[in-house]
């Protein structure tokens, strides 16, 4: 009797000292959705768990149903009082309503925020905007993606009550015009990531405003933005840090343009997919000035040829690891066995389907 009781206290002592302390460590590595599910395992491990802050910072409802009162139900925890992150990309059952609850009936519990996605949230207009980061004031990624509702009016809340934004998705966003660009221009001057893919509304002259206020950017996403020209291609050369260009479908990209751009020396990444005006001109002088390029796509470009290739495997050849030169009908040279030995480090070969 007196073996058993001492194994049943070891056993205790395992379960409360011992595997707490696993868990403590797993649970930072675990998705939110597992972690809430341990909650229920036991009274003392949900009193362990609650207890460490550390691992209530992310509030994650990407995709999930009823987001709008799971976002309410959650804030009202005092678990989430410092929480940091929170995911409501493409969730249902998310409106205005429920942004303004959140300010009405949490108005202290965001006061750590910096992380906000509302990615497909297409029920938030202006008027959710101003709400929910009018109690937000660290906020430094703010990612609002696929959204016709807000217009140049929830841009001027967001600068107006977030000061610290540096970066900022605002895809297929296409009510947006340049008076949002101005707001951005003038209010994010330390930004370093912006996506304004399909922003329609958007002319060279809002673009020139983020370009050359904006200088700190390290990634620029234009994608299907045809409407822009070397006027305001011409300036990207302006961001001496820039990483990351996507350019698909800049039809008026010349290789004057491009020359330009190509001052962007520290370029890793950049998409000229289907800009139709480049030739090798234009290729071979930004292989010659960004030699650090990891990913290029030339897809559908028939201004191309092999002499591009030749020049990039002269200077890319350590460092490319994705080229897509598919629809380029004027490269001979294709085949992967042969892009391979120019680019050794080649794995992706295209990325567009």
Same mark, same amino acid.
């Given at each position: 009797?007196?073996?058993?009781?001492?194994?049943?206290?070891?056993?205790?002592?395992?379960?409360?000292?011992?595997?707490?302390?696993?868990?403590?460590?797993?649970?930072?590595?675990?998705?939110?959705?597992?972690?809430?599910?341990?909650?229920?395992?036991?009274?003392?491990?949900?009193?362990?768990?609650?207890?460490?802050?550390?691992?209530?910072?992310?509030?994650?409802?990407?995709?999930?149903?009823?987001?709008?009162?799971?976002?309410?139900?959650?804030?009202?925890?005092?678990?989430?009082?410092?929480?940091?992150?929170?995911?409501?990309?493409?969730?249902?059952?998310?409106?205005?309503?429920?942004?303004?609850?959140?300010?009405?009936?949490?108005?202290?519990?965001?006061?750590?925020?910096?992380?906000?996605?509302?990615?497909?949230?297409?029920?938030?207009?202006?008027?959710?905007?101003?709400?929910?980061?009018?109690?937000?004031?660290?906020?430094?990624?703010?990612?609002?993606?696929?959204?016709?509702?807000?217009?140049?009016?929830?841009?001027?809340?967001?600068?107006?009550?977030?000061?610290?934004?540096?970066?900022?998705?605002?895809?297929?966003?296409?009510?947006?015009?340049?008076?949002?660009?101005?707001?951005?221009?003038?209010?994010?001057?330390?930004?370093?990531?912006?996506?304004?893919?399909?922003?329609?509304?958007?002319?060279?002259?809002?673009?020139?405003?983020?370009?050359?206020?904006?200088?700190?950017?390290? =990634?620029?996403?234009?994608?299907?933005?045809?409407?822009?020209?070397?006027?305001?291609?011409?300036?990207?050369?302006?961001?001496?840090?820039?990483?990351?260009?996507?350019?698909?479908?800049?039809?008026?990209?010349?290789?004057?343009?491009?020359?330009?751009?190509?001052?962007?020396?520290?370029?890793?990444?950049?998409?000229?997919?289907?800009?139709?005006?480049?030739?090798?001109?234009?290729?071979? =002088?930004?292989?010659?000035?960004?030699?650090?390029?990891?990913?290029?796509?030339?897809?559908?470009?028939?201004?191309?040829?092999?002499?591009?290739?030749?020049?990039?495997?002269?200077?890319?050849?350590?460092?490319?690891?994705?080229?897509?030169?598919?629809?380029?009908?004027?490269?001979?040279?294709?085949?992967?066995?042969?892009?391979?030995?120019?680019?050794?480090?080649?794995?992706?070969?295209?990325?567009?389907?």
């Amino acid at each position: 009797m007196e073996a058993k009781k001492v194994t049943e206290e070891e056993e205790e002592t395992w379960r409360r000292e011992i595997v707490t302390s696993v868990m403590r460590i797993v649970s930072t590595r675990l998705p939110q959705r597992d972690l809430i599910s341990l909650l229920l395992v036991s009274p003392w491990l949900y009193r362990t768990l609650v207890s460490y802050p550390s691992i209530w910072l992310n509030i994650d409802l990407r995709e999930m149903t009823n987001a709008g009162d799971r976002l309410l139900a959650a804030m009202s925890l005092p678990r989430y009082r410092q929480v940091k992150h929170i995911n409501l990309e493409f969730a249902q059952g998310i409106e205005d309503s429920h942004l303004k609850l959140v300010k009405s009936r949490c108005l202290d519990a965001l006061l750590s925020l910096e992380c906000l996605n509302l990615n497909g949230c297409q029920k938030i207009s202006d008027s959710g905007v101003e709400a929910i980061t009018s109690i937000c004031p660290k906020l430094k990624v703010f990612s609002i993606y696929w959204n016709v509702r807000v217009t140049d009016a929830g841009i001027r809340h967001l600068v107006k009550n977030c000061r610290h934004i540096n970066d900022l998705n605002l895809s297929g966003c296409k009510s947006l015009t340049d008076k949002s660009m101005q707001l951005v221009a003038e209010n994010y001057q330390g930004l370093e990531s912006l996506n304004i893919t399909r922003c329609v509304k958007i002319s060279d002259d809002g673009l020139l405003q983020v370009l050359h206020k904006c200088s700190s950017l390290q =990634t620029l996403n234009l994608y299907a933005l045809s409407g822009f020209t070397d006027k305001a291609y011409r300036k990207i050369s302006l961001l001496a840090d820039l990483r990351f260009l996507d350019l698909c479908g800049a039809q008026n990209l010349s290789d004057e343009g491009l020359a330009d751009i190509a001052k962007c020396s520290k370029l890793e990444s950049l998409n000229l997919t289907w800009c139709v005006r480049i030739t090798d001109v234009g290729v071979i =002088t930004i292989a010659n000035s960004c030699t650090s390029l990891e990913f290029l796509s030339l897809f559908g470009i028939v201004g191309v040829t092999d002499r591009c290739l030749e020049t990039l495997s002269q200077t890319c050849s350590a460092t490319l690891t994705t080229l897509d030169v598919n629809g380029c009908i004027g490269i001979k040279r294709r085949n992967r066995e042969i892009l391979l030995q120019m680019f050794p480090r080649l794995t992706c070969f295209k990325v567009h389907s």
